[in-house]
């Protein structure tokens, strides 16, 4: 399901049952919660409700059945999501095809002791990720700010340390930034593949911003699956040699 932010027709509450399959009840505390577009009440007992209450009932339900995010947390999305439908729908194609918890984590970390102690990793490691641009912190007042790709990226590498994928457990120490001079080639490629046929005009106006943003998500999220798929054929590949050179006993 993805957000269209199409009001479309009119409903009464029973119609807003019945699309939803949520209770008159819940509705009313979504209401209540302020987690609902504004309502349209021609009288006092009467409430007008339209696609958009549908696709954000949708949305909570989602939240709610397929994350087990808590309601406190889904009112503080909400409230961000407010401030841009654009919002609404990325969230919507982020949570649809990936594992969402990355975007709740910070936005920002000032100062490198806050972000080792985040991140888990060790301020040698630190030094190594920030030398191979694969962390890249700005600078405020000769005070290191780390924005939100820095501190999934840092939180991810730290996680992997965790679970023994490291150079301390046999791993190649430079193998990220191997993985990362791979990549660059291919991401300017792949911009020239999707953006390279406009021309500079139709870069410029909002639609094609907002169509850049959405192209983003569905890009990089094409590239993670690809590359999912090679890399479990590619392990099963290297395993299946390794079986098969095994000396027979």
Do not use: C
């Not at 987690?35 to 009288?43: A, D, F, G, R, Y």
């Not at 594992?99 to 030094?127: C, N, T, W, Y």
């Not at 005070?143 to 501190?151: A, C, G, L």
């Not at 120490?173 to 020239?192: A, F, W």
Request: charged share 30%; glycine share 4%.
């Amino acid at each position: 399901m993805t957000s269209n932010n199409k009001e479309g027709a009119v409903m009464k509450m029973r119609d807003l049952v019945k699309r939803t399959g949520v209770s008159r009840e819940k509705i009313h505390f979504f209401t209540r919660e302020k987690m609902l577009p504004s309502i349209e009440k021609p009288s006092p007992n009467q409430a007008i409700y339209n696609e958009k209450h549908v696709e954000r009932i949708q949305l909570i339900l989602h939240l709610q059945d397929k994350y087990y995010i808590p309601i406190p947390v889904i009112k503080q999305i909400i409230k961000q999501l407010e401030t841009s439908p654009l919002e609404e729908e990325l969230l919507w194609i982020k949570t649809s095809y990936f594992k969402p918890m990355d975007h709740f984590l910070p936005q920002e970390i000032r100062g490198e002791d806050e972000f080792l102690k985040f991140s888990g990793l060790s301020a040698d490691r630190l030094v190594d990720l920030e030398t191979y641009g694969i962390i890249v912190p700005l600078f405020e007042n000769d005070i290191k700010v780390y924005q939100h790709d820095s501190i999934k990226l840092g939180k991810l590498i730290g996680d992997m340390r965790q679970i023994g994928i490291s150079h301390e457990k046999g791993f190649s120490r430079t193998g990220l930034k191997e993985v990362r001079d791979m990549l660059v080639p291919i991401i300017d490629h792949t911009v020239k593949i999707f953006d390279g046929g406009r021309n500079h005009n139709q870069l410029q106006n909002d639609a094609a911003k907002k169509l850049a943003k959405k192209s983003i998500e569905y890009t990089s999220l094409f590239i993670y699956h690809m590359s999912h798929y090679l890399l479990e054929n590619a392990h099963e590949k290297y395993f299946d040699k390794a079986r098969k050179d095994m000396p027979k006993s």
